[in-house]
């Protein structure tokens, strides 16, 4: 596979040179009926398809915003989450239980 960097202006002219391949090979195919005709004007659709995809495709990987505020809610939730947790019941009793002394502490026998 081959890479070439290309800006939208050019993406914009060789998609226009595609169609109107398109249309030339439409013609050609409707005056001749010729199969092979029909396999290129097909490859050469799907490759004016994926070159519009490819201009306007915005899929977000260059947008930080997004991670950081997904970030910034699991943070909240950990942290209220530790507010519950130092406001339980169940979180005074065990630590009131910890406190006390054991009273079968091997180091007492």
């Known amino acids: 596979m081959k890479t070439v960097e290309l800006t939208d202006r050019e993406l914009e002219i060789l998609i226009d040179a595609l ?3 398109c249309a030339a ?3 050609s195919l409707t ?3 010729n199969p092979e005709l029909a396999d290129a004007l097909t490859e050469v659709e799907d490759l004016e398809t994926d070159m519009r995809e490819l201009l306007h495709r915005n899929d977000g990987w260059d947008n930080d915003a997004i991670p950081s505020a ?3 809610m699991i943070d909240a ?3 209220a989450r530790e507010a519950m947790k130092a406001t339980s019941r169940a979180a005074t009793r065990r630590e009131e239980m910890l406190a006390r002394e054991v ?3 091997p ?3």
Request: aromatic share 4%; charged share 20%.
């Open 103 to 105: 009273a079968n502490d």
């Open 25 to 27: 090979l439409g013609d």
């Open 19 to 21: 169609g109107t391949h």
């Open 31 to 33: 005056a001749s009926g």
């Open 107 to 109: 180091i007492d026998w």
């Open 70 to 72: 997904a970030a910034a």
């Open 77 to 79: 939730g950990i942290d």
